[in-house]
């Protein structure tokens, strides 16, 4: 989506933990072997000596926000991350003043915000329209994890808590609700 408006070009990523996944993938995205890396670390180490990266994109799954957003924004660069921002307050914090030590940029993702319908309820309750709101109740009803499937790769890091954080389920998906609310 960053790349509608052709002002944002991916011109390389470490798409993978797996090496040869990630070479893969670079491959069908078109980009050249030698901007396709088997780690973020390479990625950000090299690039950094390049100077040939703008900035950092992490969409990852949680547990693999703070440390690729630490190290980017400790090379110079800006970094989008995708919700949730980490796994900690502790973590949280320490991003926050790497940010201001740094003076880079961190702009922190929340895929619903961008919704039409999302855009259009929250102008309806900023000129009161439906009143003043003074509870907001939230339900995310989906299903797929709830079937025996532990060989899709994101069953296993949402179910393990050492992945998903030890919020579990409430930072990967509830942080969408306090977004919105």
């Given at each position: 989506?960053?790349?509608?408006?052709?002002?944002?070009?991916?011109?390389?990523?470490?798409?993978?933990?797996?090496?040869?996944?990630?070479?893969?993938?670079?491959?069908?995205?078109?980009?050249?072997?030698?901007?396709?890396?088997?780690?973020?670390?390479?990625?950000?180490?090299?690039?950094?000596?390049?100077?040939?990266?703008?900035?950092?994109?992490?969409?990852?799954?949680?547990?693999?926000?703070?440390?690729?957003?630490?190290?980017?924004?400790?090379?110079?660069f800006d970094v989008i991350?995708?919700?949730?921002?980490?796994?900690?307050?502790?973590?949280?914090?320490?991003?926050?003043?790497?940010?201001?030590?740094?003076?880079?940029?961190?702009?922190?993702?929340?895929?619903?915000?961008?919704?039409?319908?999302?855009?259009?309820?929250?102008?309806?309750?900023?000129?009161?329209?439906?009143?003043?709101?003074r509870k907001v109740y939230?339900?995310?009803?989906?299903?797929?994890?709830?079937?025996?499937?532990?060989?899709?790769?994101?069953?296993?890091?949402?179910?393990d808590p050492k992945q998903?954080?030890?919020?579990?389920?409430?930072?990967?998906?509830?942080?969408?609700?306090?977004?919105?609310?």
């Amino acid at each position: 989506a960053a790349c509608l408006d052709g002002e944002i070009e991916l011109v390389c990523g470490a798409f993978s933990s797996d090496a040869r996944q990630s070479l893969e993938m670079g491959a069908k995205l078109g980009l050249s072997a030698d901007r396709i890396y088997g780690s973020y670390k390479e990625m950000i180490e090299h690039e950094h000596e390049t100077g040939e990266m703008d900035f950092v994109v992490i969409v990852t799954p949680n547990h693999v926000h703070y440390e690729p957003a630490i190290l980017a924004l400790l090379a110079g660069f800006d970094v989008i991350l995708d919700k949730p921002m980490c796994h900690s307050l502790e973590q949280a914090r320490h991003l926050s003043r790497t940010v201001d030590e740094t003076s880079r940029t961190l702009c922190l993702t929340h895929a619903y915000t961008g919704y039409p319908m999302v855009k259009q309820s929250r102008q309806m309750i900023l000129r009161f329209d439906i009143g003043l709101v003074r509870k907001v109740y939230v339900e995310y009803p989906q299903g797929w994890l709830s079937h025996d499937n532990v060989n899709s790769k994101q069953t296993q890091w949402r179910l393990d808590p050492k992945q998903s954080g030890p919020s579990g389920c409430l930072g990967d998906i509830g942080v969408h609700a306090f977004n919105l609310a």
